[in-house]
Nanobody, 128 residues
Framework: VQLQASGGGLVQAGGSLKLSCAASGFTLDNYAIGWFRQAPGKEREGVSCISSSGTRPYYVDSVKGRFTISRDNAKNTVYLQMNSLKPEDTAVYYC??????????????????????WGRGTLVTVSS
């Protein structure tokens, strides 16, 4: 059972990246998937979340209008399209799967240990 985030890299400010969160050993169909990030010296923070149905995606204010979360259950993958990137978006990005669709899971306010699976992160570096 594993989640793996990928797609990170180095990009100039204003550029775009698309992250992928792929599952192996289980299917993502019934899980809410959250994207989180942790910048150097800072705490991990939630970025976006999508329910199992793909409806009502959630974004934190700092990424609204710039990031888009989506899922392709046939590919067992969730994506995070990141546009208009800023240097402050620099962080290691993680995805996590939550079985329960509680308000706290869907709004990224649940304790980290309430998520059932965490993936290894992928580094996003935005240069100014």
């Amino acid at each position: 059972v594993q989640l793996q985030a990928s797609g990170g890299g180095l990009v100039q400010a204003g550029g775009s990246l698309k992250l992928s969160c792929a599952a192996s050993g289980f299917t993502l169909d019934n899980y809410a998937i959250g994207w989180f990030r942790q910048a150097p010296g800072k705490e991990r923070e939630g970025v976006s979340c999508i329910s199992s149905s793909g409806t009502r995606p959630y974004y934190v204010d700092s990424v609204k209008g710039r990031f888009t979360i989506s899922r392709d259950n046939a590919k067992n993958t969730v994506y995070l399209q990141m546009n208009s990137l800023k240097p402050e978006d620099t962080a290691v990005y993680y995805c996590a799967a939550g079985w329960t669709h509680s308000i706290s899971i869907l709004t990224l306010t649940a304790p980290f240990d309430e998520y059932d699976h965490w993936g290894r992160g992928t580094l996003v570096t935005v240069s100014s």
